[in-house]
């Protein structure tokens, strides 16, 4: 095994995230977490307990104030705002709660804009590798639907296939079933497990459905900012 | 990657196409009326310029000195003071005349005639008028000036056969009365008088030479002058106009006489073209700016509503720089689809108004607007406008690229 997989994915050292302003805010406290290849990360907490904050720090959108993030390994904090752009692009993938597809573009489309971000693959790989995509998470014959023509869930499911097009290490999800009914629910959630069990790649999702952690591989629990129980039930391929 | 960001930009246009239209036809306006305004005052300043270059000798040597003559006293004193002193009339015109056309024949690549001018007072019947006769040599008075060509009656080198022969201008016949043929009498101020016969009439348009000019053989004028073998004028024209200034100084400082450029007799005129095409650009200016402005605000509002979409492509690894080119490109094919349309709008404008026919009174001819087609003002135009949409793009753009993705991803949710 190489070293660096043998690295965790994504590790965060001593992390602290404090909001500035006349009352500073943090958001996150002193926060160490090695996230290695293959887990299935469940992050849980109380509405305001900062999983999201701390899922953006991970996904190199925000920049702690103290402490570190590395990726496979390598620091983070000495790159600029463009060479991190770049490291999301290449080895991270972002599901938000809400879909965030463009709404100006097919489904298709939008599962190749980071594809053709990239830049790595012809035109034709790229729209082929995005009707995979679909064809396995069941919406095949949506290729050519605008988000608003599809269902909340149909639509997470686009947002999932988009955060894999450039074949990230790792998948970050907030809450991407927090807006569904239970049976889309299920659906997205057997994707995301899927792609750690089929794939070998990593998920973070945060969630406040505890039957849903209790069926992922790690559980997180954050309070007030700080790690309060962090239990690992099934390790990730090593 | 550059198609990718163009595909962007476009769904971003298309979303507001009705804003994007009067953006674009904002651009439009000030492109296509820039280019027709410019063609037109092009036009009109090419004509005038024509004409003053047809009309007036390119250069104009006279028996004046720039500096007068300085007094005696003043080349033995330093501190010579006069009172009351006028110049004494100097009759003996340009000196050395004829060695003087000679080192012009030398080194300028055109045509010169040396001629007297002299004031007279014609009369005929019982009416009376000032008149500026020159005495030329009819012959290369046809190779530099337009009479030849102004001719309505007779020919120019109808005087070589008539000695006392002159020519005048048709005004000036009507108000003498007198026709080709008939008899004028000429006097001097010197109190010489002789009679002159009509051999031609022309019409040159400038009222001041149809009114009160005539030409005569060199020898005649100087008898009415009573200033035989006197020249007081050497008028060139020169094969290249463009050249006469350098010209002019080069034979002032040959020969010494004051030589007027056609430019520099025209000095003032030529400034007020300058002021002109100042006002004209500035109105373009004023009218690319609007334009601008309205790009401006159409790419700040699709920067607001598409803030969600900064967010996403900034989440998914968009650079701040492709950000920017997004929104840049959006002001920049509008600047670019209002240029095209401008040229399109100015070039059917510019041929509108050079089709317009106007009379002007007496005259018998019918005008046409003069308008100059020059691909310098397509090319200026659409820079202009193109900055400006450029500009006015960028603005948006830098300020959308900034954005933080996560204060929207948090807003949302
Ligand atoms: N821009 C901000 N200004 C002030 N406080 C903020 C800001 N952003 C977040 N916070 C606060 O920081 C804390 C952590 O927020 P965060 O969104 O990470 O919590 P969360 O665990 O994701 O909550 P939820 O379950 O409701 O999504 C919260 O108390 C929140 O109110
Ligand atoms: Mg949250």
Known sequence: MSKLEAAPVISAHGMTRILPGTVPVTLVKDIDLEIGHGEFVAITGPSGSGKSSLLYLLGLLDVPTEGAVHINGAPTEDLDADERAHLRLETLGFVFQFHFLLPEFTTLDNITIP???????????????????????GMGDQAHKRPDQLSGGQRQRVAVARALANDPAVILADEPTGSLDSKSTEQVFSILKDIVDKEGRTVVAVTHDIDLAERMYRRVHLIDGRIDSDVTIKSGKR | MLSLITDIALTHIAGRGRQTLVSILGVALGVGFSIAMAALMQGSQDEFVTSLIDALPHVDITDEYRDPPRQPADLVFDLAAYSNLRPREDTRGILNATEAMTALRAFVDGNAVA?????????????ETGITLTGTDPAREALISSFDEDMRKGKLEDLRASPFGIVIGDKLADKLTIDIGDTVVVSSTGDITRRFKVTGLFHTGVVAQDNAYGLVNLKAAQIIAGRPNAV???????????????????????????????QEANES????????????????????LVAGFGIFNIVSIITHEKSRDIAILKSLGFAERDIRLIFLSEGLAMGLAGSLLGWALGFGLTKVLSSVKFEIEQATEITHLPVTFDLMHYGVAASFAIIAAATAGYLPARKASRLNPVDIIRGAT
């Open chain 2, 232 to 262: 007081n004028e050497i008028r060139v024209r020169l094969n290249d106009a463009q050249s006469a200034r350098d010209v002019a100084a080069q034979i002032e400082r040959l020969i010494g006489y004051k030589s007027v450029s056609w």
């Open chain 1, 115 to 137: 594809m053709r971000r990239l830049g790595k693959r012809s035109r034709k790989e790229m729209d082929e590798r995005a009707q995979e995509l679909l064809d396995a998470l």
């Open chain 2, 115 to 127: 001629s007297l001018k002299v004031q007279a007072v014609a009369r005929a019947g019982g009416a």
């Open chain 2, 269 to 288: 005129l030529l400034e007020a073209f300058f002021i002109r095409n100042i006002i004209m650009f500035t109105v373009v200016g004023a009218i690319l």
